[in-house]
Nanobody, 119 residues
């Protein structure tokens, strides 16, 4: 059974930092593209950052230069370092694992962790 467990969310003041972690119970973790998505109240879920199996990264324009995604294949874990946080970063953050097999994409999701940026 695949499990993605996020941790590291919480309440932080504007300008502060948080580091999210996602521990994955996936066989062959290294072949998965991993990502972080977020969903604010009343909004659709949006991509924050992704990292491929080869280590290439991609970021939403709104977080470029502030957030960094990384992965540790030995620990089956992906991280999201979030600096210079803004109130608009407030959302539930979800970890995603994706793989492609015979042209079909398979997605797995964590349950999410709340990030609140407020004074």
């Amino acid at each position: 059974q695949v499990q993605l467990v996020e941790s590291g969310g919480g309440l932080v003041q504007p300008g502060g930092s948080l580091r999210l972690s996602c521990a994955a119970s996936l066989s062959s973790f290294s072949i998965y593209a991993m990502g972080w998505y977020r969903q604010a109240p009343g909004m659709q879920r949006e991509l924050v950052a992704t990292i491929t199996s080869g280590g290439s990264t991609n970021y939403a324009d709104s977080v470029k230069g502030r957030f960094t995604i990384s992965r540790d294949n030995a620990k089956n874990t992906v991280y999201l370092q979030m600096n210079s946080l803004k109130p608009e970063d407030t959302a539930v953050y979800y970890c995603n694992a994706a793989k492609w097999r015979f042209g079909t994409r398979y997605d797995y999701w964590g349950q999410g962790t709340q990030v609140t940026v407020s004074v």
